[in-house]
């Protein structure tokens, strides 16, 4: 049983950065790959970001590529999403999920969810 919480999302300046972070809870956490997944209002669940179980392996959504960078580090059990040069287009919230060993797009995959971070970016 794996146990998600997101945090650091807000209200930033397009052009400017954020952090989000995700803690887990569970003792396997280093064979769970984690992903950043978001959704705004109306429209569906979007993969974002993931990494796999080893921090091995990166991928990104082609919107973000450039912009996002995903990492965890495994002795705090955490992921983070390091959020830059960010537009309107990015406001949403802001998932973590996890699943097991190497992440894939598609939400439907994963067996883990956090409740979500709102991230606001004004223009």
């Known amino acids: 049983q794996v146990r998600l919480v997101e945090s650091g999302g807000g209200l930033v300046q397009a052009g400017g950065s954020l952090r989000l972070s995700c803690a887990a809870t569970?003792?396997?956490?280093?064979?769970?790959?984690m992903a950043w997944f978001r959704q705004a209002p109306g429209k569906e669940r979007t993969f974002v970001a993931g990494?796999?179980?080893?921090?091995?392996?990166?991928n990104y959504a082609d919107s973000v590529k450039d912009r996002f960078t995903i990492s965890r580090d495994i002795a705090k059990n955490t992921v983070y999403l390091q959020m830059t040069s960010l537009k309107p287009d990015d406001a949403a919230v802001y998932y973590c999920?996890?699943?097991?060993?190497?992440?894939?797009?598609?939400?439907?995959?994963?067996?883990?969810w956090g409740r979500g971070t709102q991230v606001t970016v004004s223009s």
């Open positions: 990494v796999s179980a080893r921090a091995g392996s990166t």
């Open positions: 569970g003792r396997t956490f280093n064979t769970y790959a």
């Open positions: 999920a996890a699943r097991a060993f190497f992440p894939v797009t598609d939400a439907q995959g994963y067996d883990y």
